[in-house]
């Protein structure tokens, strides 16, 4: 057998092979401004109070708040529902700070009490990231950071049963969801959608569980997609710094 002529048939198919691994999720959506967060590769933490434990609110004083601290932001989102002063609604875990416990209500006003369940986005000390439905969170030991939100978008794989399709109730909506190699993906619409259209976009792309954080509050900062909007006051917000 002429070995050197095996390899040589093989080799297209192992270069393809190789390049679509690396390109493997690669998610385009005309609906959504989409990020997808590698946290092997990139520095992503919640954030709330600044240093003198004073609200940050906005994506302008949290890249002041890291620029202090000799960092740089490059990627901001809003990250769950808050109160009228600007506290979150619900758990809140900072750099393994319990400052918000969990929100276990079952009866409620709004999206947030929407059942059969709410949920929680959280970062382990590991760096692993979750989102899961409330009542799954049992130990608050290992983690890190956390923000609690709801309604839960997909729920083990299934679109949650509350939704329907080509309903009306229509807004801005950002989310978070978690990919099967384990990335995060970040997104917020372009224009007003349905639960249900945000929910099957999720699991479209595999996410078994994902989490709504807000509504026509939600703004992102991207700048290197030419994205700042500025103008939004929030609660708990997603930051992504440079290493």
């Given amino acids: 057998m002429n070995y050197r002529h095996l390899l040589f048939i093989l080799l297209p198919t192992l270069l393809v092979s190789s390049c679509h691994n690396a390109q493997d999720l690669t998610i385009e959506d005309d609906r959504f ?21 004073q ?16 960092d740089r932001l490059v990627y901001a989102m809003n990250a769950g529902m808050y109160l ?11 750099n393994g700070i319990i400052h918000k416990q969990i929100d276990t209500t079952t009866i409620g006003y709004g999206n947030f009490y929407l059942q059969p369940n709410g949920g929680v986005f959280y970062l382990t000390e590991d760096g692993d990231a979750y989102v899961t439905s409330t009542n799954e969170i049992t130990d608050l ?3 890190k950071y956390a923000t609690q939100s709801g ?3 997909v729920m083990d794989g ?6 329907n399709e080509g309903s009306k109730n229509v807004h801005i909506r950002n989310a978070v969801g978690i ?4 990335r995060l993906l970040l997104v917020i619409t372009r224009d007003k959608m349905n639960f249900y259209d945000l929910a099957s976009f999720y699991k479209q792309h595999g996410c078994k569980n994902a989490l709504y954080l807000d509504g026509f509050v939600s703004r992102i900062y991207d700048p290197a997609n030419g994205i700042e909007q500025m103008d939004g006051r929030f609660g708990v917000m997603i930051g992504v710094k440079n290493y």
């Fill in 33 to 53: 401004h989409i990020k997808v967060i590698d946290l092997k590769e990139q520095s992503l933490a919640l954030y709330w109070l600044n240093d003198e434990g």
């Fill in 55 to 70: 609200t940050i609110e906005t994506f302008n004083e949290l890249k002041n708040h890291l620029d202090q601290n000799g």
């Fill in 84 to 94: 009228k002063d600007h506290s979150p609604q619900g758990l809140y875990i900072e």
């Fill in 141 to 143: 030991s290992n983690i």
């Fill in 151 to 153: 309604p839960m978008l």
């Fill in 158 to 163: 299934m679109i949650h049963p509350a939704f």
């Fill in 179 to 182: 990919l099967p190699d384990g």
